[in-house]
């Protein structure tokens, strides 16, 4: 066998993005759990032969499966843009196991206020550290703006999910049971936005189709986080809206009624099989590498691209997850 060919692209997935299969293929490796078993060092020796590789040198006796191996664990630890080591439970690999746990409780413990607004808050927590990480972009956010964001998303998803309790209160068992969806499904389209609104003030990296970076783009920014908020509601419906009828109907069973201990395994699992699958489809949804038309920038940037290179009719850029 001769050594490994330096044409690979490895800085694009190895599926065709362009299909929603080969999408899903693509994040099924991306938030394979297994991931997060990974040590320092099989992090380190996976993002040395991608850079190396990328640099034009091949590790002796690489495969194209080791390279391609190599490359989904650099990318499930390290930022694309800034290239900083994602902490450990805002990866894209942490997703079903921290979402299945979070989730279950949110589902068992929705009776009471004070477990509502602690798990509530949990959760946004959760979701703040993975919208930080996985940010479209590399640019810097201050510690004040953080701050702001992380609160105005927790207030607004714990107000939310104790209004819509209180409205049900007179409403059947199965309709208290969706109150968290609902809450989760609100508090999306608050977390993800403020806690990304540095993009939203600054644009974020918009590039032609070879990478080449041609400036910062805010309606890149708005069409990316409006893309990953469809994602992630899209995402909890199974999850949320499934094991409540479920669990609903099992509860009424004698088996259920005299183990009631069970019922909070029973929910984290059903939850946990359905986001095994709904993760990684519903990030499939849209391009990682999305693209917008140039006519749908603004002008000062339109009139930048046009000036440099008149035959572009759409640049690209990386949405966040």
Not at 67 to 81: G, N, Q
Not at 190 to 208: A, F, H, K, S, Y
Request: net charge positive; hydrophobic share 40%; with cysteine.
């Amino acid at each position: 066998m001769g050594e490994l060919p330096l044409d690979i692209n490895i800085q694009e997935p190895r599926w065709d993005q362009s299909t929603f299969l080969g999408r899903a293929r693509h994040f099924f490796t991306v938030t394979d759990p297994r991931n997060l078993l990974l040590s320092g060092t099989q992090l380190e020796a996976s993002r040395n032969i991608v850079q190396n590789y990328r640099a034009g040198v091949v590790t002796p006796g690489l495969t194209e499966d080791q390279l391609w191996r190599a490359k989904y664990v650099y990318d499930s630890a390290f930022h694309p843009d800034t290239g900083e080591k994602v902490v450990l439970i805002g990866r894209m690999s942490a997703q079903v196991p921290m979402n299945m746990t979070i989730t279950g409780c949110m589902l068992t413990f929705y009776r009471k206020t004070p477990t509502v607004v602690f798990w509530q808050w949990g959760n946004q927590s959760f979701n703040a550290i993975v919208n930080y990480s996985n940010r479209s972009g590399d640019a810097p956010i201050t510690g004040g703006q953080l701050g702001t964001a992380y609160v105005s998303a927790t207030t607004g998803a714990v107000a939310t999910a104790l209004g819509l309790k209180s409205l049900t209160k007179h409403l059947p068992p199965l309709v208290g049971r969706l109150v968290p969806f609902a809450a989760v499904a609100a508090a999306n389209c608050i977390n993800i936005p403020v806690m990304r609104q540095r993009e939203l003030q600054v644009g974020i990296p918009v590039t032609d189709e070879q990478g080449q970076r041609l400036g910062h783009s805010v309606a890149a920014a708005k069409q990316g986080i409006f893309q990953v908020v469809t994602s992630r509601i899209c995402m909890a419906i199974p999850a949320m809206a499934i094991p409540p009828v479920i669990m609903d109907t099992l509860e009424k069973k004698n088996f259920l009624k005299r183990r009631p201990w069970l019922g909070a395994p029973m929910q984290v699992g059903l939850v946990g099989f359905c986001l095994v699958f709904a993760t990684p489809l519903c990030c499939a949804l849209f391009p990682q590498r999305s693209s917008i038309h140039v006519s749908r920038l603004e002008p000062e940037l339109r009139a930048q691209i046009h000036e440099q290179n008149p035959s572009i009719e759409a640049v690209y850029y990386n949405k966040g997850l």
